[in-house]
């Protein structure tokens, strides 16, 4: 007869198994997170008038203007322009590392953005 409640000779097939994928996924995201780290992501405003170009790090790293946005009498437009742009890359690089996790979990990567890994 089968001894109740012990696990001889360690862990069952099913946790051993659970823990290899979990080190798999961790390597993963460690490797996702690496590669979002070195994305940069480009994004225009005012018709291309305005380019911003952000890290995956979430550090802008280049602006571009064109002369005919550079209007002394309108600053007010060339900022509401950089701004749009600037929103615009982080939106798209958030997009980026969602699309990346949920590859990497299976979609049920909602509640694993605070883990550390």
Do not use: C, H
Request: proline fraction near 3%; glycine fraction near 14%.
């Amino acid at each position: 007869m089968a001894k109740r409640g012990g696990f001889p000779g360690g862990m069952p097939g099913n946790m051993n198994n659970l823990m290899k994928q979990a080190q798999r996924m961790q390597r993963q995201m460690e490797e996702a997170q690496k590669e979002l780290e070195e994305k940069e992501i480009t994004a225009t405003a005012g018709g291309g008038a305005v380019e911003v170009t952000v890290s995956g790090k979430r550090e802008i790293t280049k602006i571009k203007l064109s002369e005919e946005v550079v209007d002394p009498d309108d600053v007010e437009m060339l900022e509401d322009l950089i701004m749009a742009a600037t929103n615009e890359a982080f939106r798209q690089l958030d997009e980026f590392s969602s699309a990346s996790m949920s590859k990497i979990t299976g979609g049920i990567g909602g509640g694993l953005g605070g883990l550390p890994f």
